[in-house]
């Protein structure tokens, strides 16, 4: 197998699975409980809630656990929904993760007027649109930091700027960019962040949602006092655990990780073009302004779903950027939205992501496997 | 990655086109959507990769024949999710 699927998810690792093992079998009291089981549980998530917050900068209290990034970004945009009474007003931009998107049009229909920031051929929002939206009516502006598809990284200083001199709140979804990009929350200085732990060989189910200290939130789950009465239920000790173990091997290995992604990214898009293969790189040039291992690629006439399933069938594992509605499969938002002049998106686009896991022997498969199908399709 | 294909019946051409274009049995659909992923009800993308996994199934029959041409009604479980009546009477060509 030939994994290049990493913005999908991750594998946990066995240093990640060691950790949270005990958290299963032998330290398996419910967190709430005043009793020696209840207190080694409840230790345990102090204990991961303090690493993560000092990995990230931030307050331990600062944090949430979540089940995932979605929840991360539905307790922040309808929490702050539920609990402003005054501000009408919600912008965001037109290449965000569905859980944005879908979140921002439920509250559309709740009565919020929802703007979404167009954005350049490489992904960029527009900062001028932006500051001429923005307005003292603005609850909340939700911006994807590294883009799930196409890998663009959001200048967010300047985005910040903005929201600064408009007093709004700024929500960044940063589930694609945690150990492939520095985070330091407190250098941030953005009010709210989404996390996921599978990006990054942390089990599936958790995240957080980061709060800056004294904002108030309206909790979307109620039944409990968990998580300073911020999300009732009990709480997932072993995925705690694993999440932060996999964000301190992650943060641990950034440095050299980033370095070693955007020399695979290279080396395919090179290999590909010393076969004179034809491609199209969805997003920006590899480099400063691109998530590490994202590679987003549309090869002229040729179906990305029929490529991906040849793949597949050799063992190889990618993604493409489609969404489905009850009778179609269509091209995604994201490749829409950077190139609004094109009618037809009949090719789609491929994205390899690539992980920690990845070797040049995985980048060469993947090479060979599809030389030949495009050649195919430029032959007929 | 575009294979065509031509099936004929009594000797007329009733299908000419991309071997990915074939009609396929509804009752095939859900049955293989069962068999990959334990789903009855698949969404379009999963009834998209079900039929490729039929049609990439054919291509494979199709390839092994000598002459690429499957034919009549010793291959009729093979090609028995293909929507066309008399299937048993069927004749399928690998044209590229």
Redesign the interface.
Known sequence: MHYLDNAATTYVTKEVFDAMKPYFTIYGGNPSSIHQAGIDAKKAINTARNTIAKLLNCYPSELVFTSGGTEATNMCLKGLAFSNHTKGEIITTKIEHHATLHTAQFLEDLGYSVYYLNVDEEGFIDLDELRSLITDNTLVVSIILANNEIGTLQHIEEIKKICDNARTYLHIDAVQAITHIPIDITELDVDFISISAHKFHGPKGIGALYIKDGIQLEPLIHGGAQERERRAGTENVPYIVGFAKALEVGIKDLAEYRKRLDEYGHYLLNRLAEKGIVYRLNGPEIGEDRLPGNISLTFPN??C???Q??LH?QGIYVSTS?A??????EVSHVIKAIYPEIDDHKDGALRISLGSNTKYEDIDAFISAIIP?IK??DQ? | MANKVRITKNGHVIYEGNILDIPIKEDAIIKKSIEVFGDEDPCIIHQSFVIKEYTNQLLDHLKETPDHCLEKEKLKEKIDFIDFTDIDKICIELLE
């Open positions: 040729c179906d779903h029929e490529l399933y040849q069938r489609s489905c509605d009850s009778n179609n499969i199908l195919k399709v007929l």
